[in-house]
C-alpha cells in the first residue's frame, strides 16, 4: 500500500465515523478506461464491490458525476444495486453523496445509511470538506505527496475529534476545542466565543496561546470586530493583516488589550441554522492564513459545532429527565445526581446536613382523591419549607424529601415540627369538600447517623417508617431511635 492509499483510506475511515455512515466510498476518474473506479472504501458491509465502476448517468452516483452537484436521499426505496458499489441489496434508508471540487481529478465521495432521514445539511457540508480534502490528496499526488499532508493531517485530525468525543463535561469540551493541532492550522493563538443562551449575548469563554486573557472582562462588539462580523453575518472572515492605515481592527472590541496578533481567520459555528459562536485563529505573522486554511478551519468548526449543539441536547435532556412532570420541581433524581458533591462539600467546611421524609399517614382522608392533587396541594404546602440552598424533591407517589443544608438535628427537629404544624392547620379540599391530611416525618443527619448520600437516603425512609408504625400519626423519628 502506497502512502497516498494509506492517507486516502484514513481519511476514508474518518469520514464513516464521523458521518456514522454503514458505508463510505470514494470514485475516482479513470481516465484511461473513461469510467470511475472505487478508489477506497470503509463499510460495515462484507458485500462491497472492491472493484466497483460506475458511468456518468449511472445511477444516482453517475448522476452527481454527470451533474457535478451534491445529492441526498434520505429515503431510500430503490434496490441497493442501483449505487454501483454492492454485490446484493442491503437495506439502505438513506445516501449522500458530493462531487470533488477539482479539476485535475474528478470523483465523487458517497455515504450511505440504513436509517431513514439520517443526515442532514451540517452532514452535506461535512461531506462537502471532506470531499475538499480528497481532491486535495489526489491532485497533490501528481506534485507531492508531502505537501497535501501538510493540508491535511488524518492523524492529527482524528486526534483532535477523539479529544473532543472523551470529553466528560462541557468545561473539558470547551477546554479540547482551543487545543486544535498545529498540524491542522499554523496559529499561534485560538479563542472560542459563544452565545450565553440566557442572557442572549456573546462572550468569549475559552483562549489558547494567550496567555492570562481576562475571559470575564472581554465584551464582543457585534459591529465592529473580526468576532462581531462573523456572528453576525455566519460566515467565515480571513484578515491577512489586523494592522490597517485606520489602526489595529479589534477581535472583539475596541478597548480590548493589546495582545501579539498579525493576521487572523474567524469561522462561525453553527449548527441546524442556529448560530452558536465563532472559533478563531491568530498568527504573530502577517498573511499566516490562506484560503485552504479557511476550508480546513471549516472543516474544524462544523465539527466543533456539532459537539457543541449535541452537549447543550444532553443538558437539556438532563435538566427535563431531574423535572417531576407533575409539580414542576426536581425529582429524586435531581437529588440522588447532587447529593454526593454536597455531603463532600459539607465535610470539606466542616457542615452539617439533615434530610427529611415526609408522606401522608395511612389514616388521612383521601383514600378516593386522585392522588395527583393530594401530591400538589401537599407540594404547595411543603415549598415554604425549602428556603436558600435547602432542596424539596417527590420521591414516589405522594412522598417528598427535604435537604436541609447547614442544618444541626435541632434546627431539622424544628424544621420538622413546624410542618407537622403546617400540614395539620392546613385545609385540603377536593372536589369542593375539605378532607384532612396528616403527615409524619423520619429523619436523618450528616455526620452523625449516616456519611454517605445513600445512607443518607436510607436512614431518613427508615426513620419515617419508625414514625408511621402501627399507624400512627403526626409523628417525627430522628434515626436512631429518638422520637417525638
Known amino acids: 500500500m502506497t502512502n497516498l ?3 486516502l483510506f484514513s481519511l476514508i475511515t474518518l469520514v464513516s465515523n464521523v458521518t456514522e455512515a454503514y458505508s463510505a466510498c470514494l470514485f475516482l476518474e479513470n ?20 472493484d466497483a465502476s460506475v458511468d456518468v448517468g449511472q ?4 448522476w452527481v458525476l454527470e ?4 445529492l441526498s436521499v434520505n429515503q431510500f426505496d430503490k434496490d441497493t444495486l442501483v449505487l454501483g458499489y454492492y454485490s446484493r441489496n442491503e437495506d439502505i434508508k438513506s445516501f449522500m453523496a458530493t462531487p470533488l471540487p477539482s479539476s485535475i481529478n474528478k470523483g465523487a465521495l458517497a455515504i450511505d445509511s440504513k436509517k431513514s432521514w439520517c443526515f442532514t445539511s451540517r452532514d452535506q457540508k461535512i461531506l462537502a470538506g471532506f470531499a475538499q480534502q480528497f481532491a486535495y490528496l489526489a491532485d497533490g499526488a501528481m506534485t507531492s505527496v508531502q505537501m497535501e499532508r501538510r493540508s491535511m ?19 473539558q469540551l470547551l477546554n479540547a476545542i482551543c487545543q486544535v493541532p498545529r498540524e491542522l492550522l499554523p496559529f499561534d493563538a485560538c479563542f472560542l466565543v459563544l452565545i450565553d443562551e440566557e442572557a442572549g449575548f456573546p462572550r468569549l469563554v475559552r483562549t489558547s496561546g494567550f496567555g492570562e486573557l481576562f475571559l470575564g472582562e472581554v465584551t464582543i462588539s457585534e459591529r465592529a470586530s473580526l468576532a462581531g462580523y462573523v456572528l453576525n453575518k455566519q460566515e467565515s472572515l480571513r484578515l491577512p493583516d489586523l494592522k490597517g492605515k485606520k489602526g489595529t481592527r479589534p477581535l472583539f472590541h475596541h478597548d480590548e488589550p493589546q495582545f501579539d496578533a498579525r493576521s487572523a481567520v474567524c469561522l462561525p459555528l453553527t449548527s441546524k441554522g442556529e448560530i452558536l459562536g465563532c472559533l478563531g485563529f491568530t498568527s504573530k505573522h502577517r498573511a ?7 476550508q480546513r478551519g471549516e472543516i474544524i468548526a462544523a465539527i466543533v ?25 426536581p425529582n429524586i433524581q435531581y437529588l440522588h445526581s447532587r447529593l454526593h458533591e454536597i455531603i463532600c462539600e459539607a465535610e470539606t467546611g466542616g457542615r452539617q446536613l439533615a434530610l427529611l421524609s415526609i408522606a401522608p399517614d395511612a389514616s388521612s ?7 395527583e392533587e393530594v401530591i400538589l396541594q401537599l407540594s404547595n404546602s411543603l415549598k415554604q419549607f425549602a428556603t436558600g440552598n435547602d432542596i424539596l424533591v417527590r420521591h414516589e407517589g405522594p412522598r417528598f424529601l427535604l435537604l436541609l443544608q447547614d442544618s444541626s438535628q435541632e434546627y431539622a427537629e424544628a424544621v420538622a415540627e413546624r410542618i407537622l404544624n403546617v400540614v395539620d392547620h392546613t385545609p385540603f379540599y377536593f372536589g369542593g369538600k375539605e378532607f384532612e391530611i396528616t403527615i409524619s416525618i423520619g429523619a436523618a443527619c450528616f455526620p452523625e447517623t449516616a456519611r454517605s448520600s445513600k445512607h443518607l437516603i436510607q436512614s431518613s425512609l427508615e426513620a419515617l417508617g419508625y414514625a408511621q408504625k402501627g399507624g400512627r400519626i403526626n409523628q417525627l423519628c430522628f434515626m436512631g431511635g429518638d422520637s417525638s
Not at 493531517?153 to 468545561?171: C, H, K, M, Q, W
Not at 499566516?288 to 479557511?294: G, K, L, R, T, Y
Not at 443538558?315 to 427535563?320: D, E, G, I
Not at 382522608?365 to 392522588?371: H, L, P, R, T, Y
Open 5 to 7: 492509499e494509506r492517507d
Open 31 to 50: 481516465k484511461r478506461r473513461k469510467t470511475y473506479q472505487l478508489t477506497t472504501y470503509h463499510s460495515l458491509s462484507p458485500y462491497i464491490l472492491a
Open 59 to 62: 445511477g444516482f452516483m453517475g
Open 67 to 70: 451533474n457535478n452537484e451534491p
Open 153 to 171: 493531517n488524518v492523524p492529527a485530525f482524528s486526534r483532535y475529534l477523539t479529544s473532543l468525543r472523551s470529553s466528560e463535561n462541557e468545561g
Open 288 to 294: 499566516q492564513f490562506d484560503a485552504s486554511s479557511v
Open 305 to 329: 459545532a456539532d459537539a457543541i449543539a449535541n452537549r447543550k441536547n444532553e443538558l437539556r435532556w438532563q435538566a427535563r429527565l431531574e423535572i417531576d412532570t407533575l409539580t414542576g420541581e
Open 365 to 371: 382522608e383521601f383514600k378516593d382523591i386522585s392522588q
